[in-house]
């Protein structure tokens, strides 16, 4: 009997879906559902069961895993339906969340409202006792302040606690009795600790990481509980895995007790997609949704890892993999300023009502109206049919603009697209030109339904003359839960430099963390055959305000003398990687160290998208296209992308379709599908 393996990414207009049954490979779109997005969850699995001509339930009794790319936590935390947290805090020190770390983003900026802190002032309760910098008990605690805490946190109401003590991370005694006496006299209430949850010395970030995660312990629990018993009662078995926002997948049971990993998990797993469909060392890899524009880079085959993600106005608190978003998708609003200027996005028309095109009763003009609008669409045959568009309702949506510009219709069509173009430009060039990358010397891989509309356009005007559209592209971070590992990591704070190291405390800490993250892989099942170990650090020269991370590996996970000098050097490496400078002389101080758990042996066995053996693509006719060069309608050919041959090439001005994507062709680009069918595109 054969083992489907399955991974579904939730999208605010689509949830995709990517089957592997180790011959075949089978990318399924289904619109979301929110806010029950289970719902969207169990409609892709039909179409899916039915995509491999079987019932749902015969289905999920083959299926071996399910992993999930989730968005509940995340629009919880933008759309403010969180759960309202009472954060218990050291006395004196009540505005760690007001305060953040001083305004070091738009600092000029006269016309900025302070942000008002993740949990206010009246919900935040001071506690008495202090533990200093290297875990001496200055003051006990005093317990009658917790229990006040308590009472008050019942009036408020409150849904969860944070607890956030000045250096936990030193000695967390102080903080687990905290946690104690919530628990006794309020059980069912959740709590979460932040030397537990996030062990860094930063203030800032360790709490507010542990407000975020405790403001999520309504919410992300309540929905994989039910999405799992919808799962189950279908009739799966098998392994349900969520992905997480370091690029990998936890347990169910994992993501239900810090939630937090599961914020701005579904697009990290584009970047991981991208690692295994090119061999490239450099990659910039973006994905159009409906919704965003998400975009992330990879160097030498590193993903690149970030403790400055943003998530309203406060950032996470926790590393996770750097993918930025901007409100740039198919579903983008396109709309007339005040001043007479056009804007697209960020104001998205979702899932419901979508596009006008959709005919759902949408009337604001969007990317995919426009889109259509221009040819780029069949309006008969979005994905593959089962979609019919209204060319006629994108027409009079797109018509409003118009009007507004003095425009054409065709006019104000291209207009949208070409701003919409323009936003994702300046996202790319935000992750590679603003970080010290030339965007030119990247190669680019395109991910996202609606994405291989524009990437000819985009990539012309970055330069960039190489860039591939998966065959997977409509599903590219679905793709990504395919071929991911299982992650977690475990973090400690020991301060110590190189020049006055604490070699025994250090391997103490290490061997901590190592022990911790064996047990992690246990708890998910993980053979001791297919664990793996990796090791980080977070280290600054002296009289320097901010950390940078490097990796290392320390030989049967202890650290010798000798190899004090090889992690300074691996800053110093970093450091000039990032800044172009190093001091070779210069103090280092180490303040942080990471294990991560890796699961090596859960990447699915792939099929393919592509049919057997050379030859051409078939023609599909041809369709009317508005060509900005031009700006004129011209007759192009049209191509069957379904399932293309190993070496078919297709030269623009041209188009090609699939059931999922349609890819522009500009003059002087070329296109040739690759053994996994893949298109690899060149400019001439």
């Not at 629009?75 to 505005?95: F, K, M, Q, S």
């Not at 396109?334 to 001043?339: I, K, L, M, S």
């Not at 190189?498 to 064996?518: I, K, P, T």
């Not at 992690?520 to 950390?547: C, D, I, N």
């Amino acid at each position: 009997m054969s083992q489907y393996q399955v991974s579904i990414d939730i999208g605010g207009t689509f949830t995709d879906c990517v089957v592997s049954d180790g011959a075949r490979l089978a990318v399924i779109k289904a619109p979301s559902t929110p806010p029950a997005f289970e719902r969207g969850f169990m409609d892709a699995l039909g179409l899916a069961a039915r995509a491999f001509d079987c019932e749902l339930a015969d289905f999920l009794a083959r299926t071996a895993r399910i992993v999930h790319g989730t968005t509940v936590a995340t629009n919880a935390l933008v759309e403010g339906r969180a759960g309202a947290v009472g954060l218990i805090c050291t006395a004196g020190h009540p505005d760690v969340l007001t305060l953040r770390e001083a305004p070091r983003k738009r600092a000029f900026d006269w016309r900025l409202d302070y942000p008002r802190p993740f949990v206010p002032r009246n919900r935040t309760v001071e506690v008495r006792g202090r533990i200093d910098a290297r875990g001496n008990e200055i003051a006990p605690l005093a317990e009658d302040d917790v229990r006040a805490a308590v009472d008050h946190f019942r009036r408020c109401p409150v849904d969860a606690v944070a607890v956030g003590l000045l250096w936990s991370v030193a000695e967390p005694a102080h903080e687990r009795r905290v946690g104690e006496i919530v628990r006794e006299l309020w059980p069912e209430v959740p709590v979460t600790l932040s030397h537990a949850l996030n062990p860094i010395p930063r203030e800032y970030r360790r709490t507010v990481a542990t407000a975020i995660d405790a403001s999520l312990h309504g919410i992300v629990p309540a929905y994989l509980g039910r999405l799992e018993g919808a799962v189950r009662e279908a009739g799966f078995e098998g392994s349900l895995l969520v992905a997480n926002c370091q690029g990998g997948m936890m347990t169910v049971d994992e993501i239900a007790a810090r939630p937090i990993h599961a914020v701005m998990s579904g697009p990290t797993l584009a970047p991981v997609a991208a690692l295994e469909l090119s061999d490239e060392p450099d990659i910039v890899v973006i994905d159009m949704g409906g919704t965003t524009f998400d975009v992330s880079a990879i160097r030498a085959r590193a993903l690149i890892r970030t403790t400055e993600a943003p998530i309203g106005d406060d950032l996470l608190g926790l590393p996770k993999i750097d993918v930025r978003s901007v409100g740039a998708g198919g579903g983008s609003i396109a709309w007339v300023d005040a001043g007479g200027l056009l804007r697209v996005g960020p104001v998205s028309a979702g899932a419901d009502p979508g596009p006008a095109a959709y005919g759902r009763g949408g009337t604001r003009p969007t990317v995919t109206d426009a889109n259509l609008v221009l040819g780029l669409l069949d309006a008969d045959y979005f994905l593959g049919g089962r979609l019919p568009l209204d060319a006629d309702a994108a027409h009079r949506a797109v018509a409003t603009v118009a009007e507004a510009l003095g425009l054409e219709v065709a006019e104000a069509a291209y207009a949208i697209h070409v701003t919409s173009n323009e936003n994702m430009i300046a996202a790319i060039e935000d992750i590679t030109v603003n970080e010290g990358i030339d965007p030119r010397e990247s190669f680019l891989v395109a991910g996202g339904g609606a994405t291989a509309c524009h990437i000819g356009e985009m990539a012309q005007a970055l330069g960039i003359a190489r860039f591939m559209v998966p065959g997977v592209a409509a599903g590219l971070s679905a793709f990504g839960g395919l071929v991911t590992d299982i992650r977690g990591e475990e973090t400690a704070t020991l301060h110590t430099s190189n020049r006055h190291f604490a070699l025994d405390a250090v391997n103490r800490a290490l061997a901590e963390l190592h022990g911790r993250a064996r047990r992690f892989l246990a708890r998910a099942g993980v053979p001791e055959a297919e664990r793996a170990y990796e090791y980080a650090f977070q280290a600054r020269y002296k009289y320097q305000s901010w950390e940078i991370e490097a990796p290392f590996a320390p030989a049967e996970g202890a650290l010798r003398a000798d190899d004090v000098p090889v992690l300074a050097d691996a800053f110093h490496a970093m450091h000039e990687r990032i800044h172009t400078i190093r001091e070779d002389e210069g103090e280092v101080e180490f303040t942080t160290w990471t294990v991560r758990a890796v699961g090596t042996g859960n990447a699915a066995a792939l099929g393919t998208t592509q049919a057997q053996g050379a030859g051409r693509l078939p023609a599909r006719g041809t369709r009317r296209v508005w060509l900005g060069e031009a700006r004129a309608f011209r007759d192009l050919p049209v191509h069957d992308g379904n399932a293309p041959p190993p070496g078919a090439e297709v030269a623009g001005p041209a188009l090609i379709d699939s059931d999922t994507t349609t890819i522009l062709l500009l003059a002087g680009q070329r296109a040739r599908a690759d053994a996994q069918g893949n298109f690899h595109v060149a400019s001439a």
